[in-house]
């Protein structure tokens, strides 16, 4: 066998070996990803927030995505009101998407596109 070839045999067994470690990662996540991203598609507005704030929105009611719980290591996730996010001067804003300041935060708090919904008038076309 040549030396290129050699380089070839390695390369494609590098493949290999990087496509079954993310195949056994898929497995091991079960499913946390897509529920994640679910979670983040009925948000308009994403938000940090002091892990004290969420503990506050907990006892007010507010209860925590499941989905956060099962993150490494585990992160509250909160539906929140805009109206209620308003009232956090410590909140700070992100880009609702899959990013390391957004996988990074303690503590979130979402606004669904619901609440804009229900704030705003009814539709009166007949």
């Not at 929140?80 to 410590?90: D, G, K, L, N, T």
């Amino acid at each position: 066998m040549t030396s290129a070839q050699e380089r070839r045999l390695r390369e494609v067994r590098s493949r290999v070996l990087v496509r079954a470690f993310d195949h056994r990662q898929r497995g091991h996540a079960r499913g946390v990803w897509f529920r994640l991203r679910r979670v983040l598609a009925f948000a308009s507005e994403a938000h940090v927030i002091p892990a004290g704030e969420a503990k506050r929105l907990i006892a007010e009611g507010y209860r925590p995505e499941p989905v956060g719980q099962e993150l490494a290591p585990p992160r509250v996730i909160l539906l929140v009101p805009r109206e209620r996010v308003a009232r956090i001067a410590s909140a700070r804003s992100l880009a609702v998407r899959l990013s390391a300041e957004m996988l990074s935060a303690e503590c979130l708090a979402l606004v669904p596109f619901e609440a804009e919904a229900r704030a705003r008038p009814a539709d009166r076309r007949a």
